[in-house]
């Protein structure tokens, strides 16, 4: 359906998609995961790459940093660097203004592209701007990054984000959506590989131990397969480990200084190499391939002498290498076999838009430690799907996160399990397709009756839940009729903004993998819809109930009292539990029984952060699971858990 609406959309109009690099980071590997569906759709749409001059990728360099709070190589944003900004922009969208025809939709990317908005809107092009970074709290850096582009944003109809809290304050109302990315699981870089497949390509590229007796192959995207050619354009090895019987830490990034390689080995060489047998690999792209960064160099260059000054015994454990972007296929079958084989992959961003990176590792059951920032935080819930560390300047935290994944692979092995199935429900391209078509709806204006603009709280949830097929492309959750995981977020920053007492409640389905694969799909979605159903009717009108992935949800409770929250969270429990649900299977009878796991935390709107609630909330939940699950467990006040969450990484 959503295809068809695409197509029905923008018919007659060609889509021409604008960034600043075609190899190396996300935003890049968006556009090769978008294009298949957009063109699938039957929709024309171009993607362009603007070229400039390296004083040209300094200045916006420049801006990444600032909009991130962060002041980079301390240079300013002054009247020259904004001069060097307008005249790429004026080249860059006269190209374009000679192509396009009025009423092309032009989407925009990043900071290097947005001065072109008002000359490509006076070419009669619609004009949509996505930012793919920014920061959860502005700073005086950020703010001044985000007064310098306003103007130069005059000539957008529609912004998109990947996060309520990277919006400046001047956006959020209609002009504004939020968008968040995903993984094409059908991919070079996801589709599945077998160890022995994967250890013979880090085998041909001097990663791993030995010698292959095969040529090193992989599987590409379209069902086709491959020879690795290209070999690593840059390792700095003592010797490759064993990764059946050495574990391996990966961290796979661009080298950039917000990603923190340095601090990423410290913690290594400080926590991990006394208590462990583990090894290090910090890779990343060849730093001469990756056009929009000019500090690249010199970040691997930083690594490089690091490593090179660090006593042999630990240098040995310590493996740096740079993998090349061409061909394209052949650098997502490197980082494939990298992250199948890894026993923890790790991303400590000082900053972090929204970290793909994350998403790919989870996919593939890889137990990951992430610092507490961005995107990181819509990924992975704490104890959950992997482990948060709060201050992504802690080293040490970092450290101890790493040992205890190793040291526990029990636990190690449950979040990668629950990590690949929060991937599953939340962050795969075809959600990601739907989402663009609901941005190109609002774009072009369409009138409202082919989307839904408003979507029920949980008091009027049990009576709007629907079963005909149709699409909702925005505040609904298309199952069940609650509310979306956007539309709560939406819900939560709305509240900060008016400094509400709220409490939050993080529920999931326990054994809920069991049911779908003894009862099959459609019992199990019958099953998230009666829960729905018995949660909704049992909260207040003014509260807010959202389903958040495949058997996971989430309320808001306004104004609560903790014996409330307590009272609240075991009935539903109860509730759950006293139910019995039918397969729907002419030839299996046996109702299924299910129960849920609670984890509760209070949100003080005016001093927390929703995110700090959040992951209080799912600590909780973490907790109730652990103690057998069909329990509600509520964590302490903000007070309290303020000084939980600064010392959360164990």
């Known amino acids: 359906m959503a295809q068809r609406l695409a197509g029905e959309l923008l018919a007659g109009r060609t889509v021409w998609v604008v960034n600043s690099t075609a190899l190396g980071g996300g935003v890049a590997q968006l556009q090769r995961t978008l294009l298949p569906y957009w063109r699938g759709a039957g929709i024309d749409v171009r993607w362009l790459v603007v070229h400039g001059s390296a004083e040209f990728f300094r200045v ?97 109809r529609r912004f998109v984000f990947s996060r309520y809290t990277s919006l400046p304050d001047w956006l959020g109302g209609d002009e504004t959506l939020i968008l968040t990315p995903g993984i094409d699981p059908g991919s070079t870089k996801n589709l599945p590989m077998s160890q022995g497949a994967a250890r013979t390509i880090l085998q041909h590229l001097g990663l791993a131990a030995g010698v292959a007796s095969a040529p090193a192959s992989y599987e590409c995207t379209g069902g086709s397969r491959a020879i690795l050619t290209a070999g690593a354009t840059v390792l700095d090895s003592d010797g490759a480990p064993d990764w059946g019987r050495d574990p391996v830490v990966v961290s796979l990034a661009r080298w950039d200084r917000f990603k923190d390689p340095l601090g990423i080995l410290e913690g290594f060489l400080d926590r991990v190499v006394p208590t462990t047998d583990a090894h290090l690999l910090l890779a990343g792209p060849d730093a001469l391939q990756v056009a929009d960064d000019p500090e690249a160099e010199a970040v691997l260059a930083e690594v490089r002498e690091r490593w090179r000054r660090l006593p042999p015994q630990a240098r040995a454990r310590v493996h740096v290498a740079c993998l090349p972007l061409t061909p394209p296929e052949d650098n997502a079958a490197m980082m ?44 992975v819930q704490h104890l959950h799907s992997g482990l948060l560390v709060a201050d992504p300047a802690d080293t040490g935290a970092f450290g101890d996160a790493i040992v205890r994944l190793l040291q526990d692979p029990q636990l190690a092995a449950k979040l990668g399990e629950i990590a690949r199935e929060r991937v599953r429900a939340l962050f795969l391209n075809d959600r990601h397709f739907i989402r663009w078509v609901e941005v190109f709806a609002s774009a072009l204006e369409r009138p409202t009756s082919l989307f839904e603009a408003e979507s029920p709280a949980a008091g009027g949830a049990a009576d709007s839940l629907h079963t005909d097929g149709t699409l909702h492309l925005t505040g609904h959750d298309e199952l069940t009729g609650l509310w979306s995981r956007r539309r709560f977020e939406n819900e939560l920053d709305r509240s900060r903004e008016n400094a509400e007492h709220l409490a939050l409640l993080s529920v999931d389905v326990d054994g809920f993998k069991a049911v779908t694969q003894r009862h099959g799909v459609d019992a199990a979605d019958a099953l998230i819809r009666a829960i729905a159903h018995t949660m909704a009717r049992r909260l207040r009108p003014n509260d807010t109930l959202a389903r958040m992935g495949r058997d996971e949800f989430a309320a808001v409770l ?71 699950g069909d329990r509600a467990i509520v964590h302490e006040p903000p007070q309290a858990a303020k000084a939980h969450l600064s010392s959360m990484t164990l």
């Open 336 to 379: 494939n076999a990298i992250q199948t084989l890894a026993a923890v992959v790790v991303k400590k961003s000082l900053q972090e838009g929204f970290g793909l990176g994350v998403t790919e590792a989870m996919w593939k059951a890889r137990p990951v430690v992430v610092s507490a920032v961005g995107g990181h935080l819509e990924q």
């Open 558 to 628: 306004h104004d609560p009292t903790p014996q409330f929250v307590h009272e609240l969270a075991d009935g539903l429990c109860l509730a759950v539990r006293e139910q019995s649900h039918s397969t729907g299977s002419s030839t299996d009878s046996s109702p299924i029984h299910a129960t849920i796991s609670i984890g509760a935390a209070f949100f003080d709107a005016g001093t927390q952060t929703h995110q700090e609630a959040l992951i209080a909330a799912d600590t909780a939940l973490y907790e109730a699971q652990a103690a057998g």
């Open 60 to 156: 916006t360099k420049r801006f990444h940093n600032h909009l991130q709070g962060l002041p980079g190589s301390g240079e300013a944003l002054g009247v020259e660097e904004l001069a060097t900004l307008d005249r790429a922009a004026h080249d860059h969208a006269r190209v374009l203004a000679a192509q396009l025809a009025p009423g092309d939709i032009v989407v925009l990317n990043d900071p290097q592209t947005a001065a072109m908005s008002a000359p490509l809107e006076r070419a009669g092009a619609i004009v949509i701007w996505c930012c793919h970074v920014g920061i959860d709290y502005d700073n005086d850096l950020s703010r001044k990054a985000w007064t310098a582009l306003r103007p130069r944003l005059s000539g957008v």
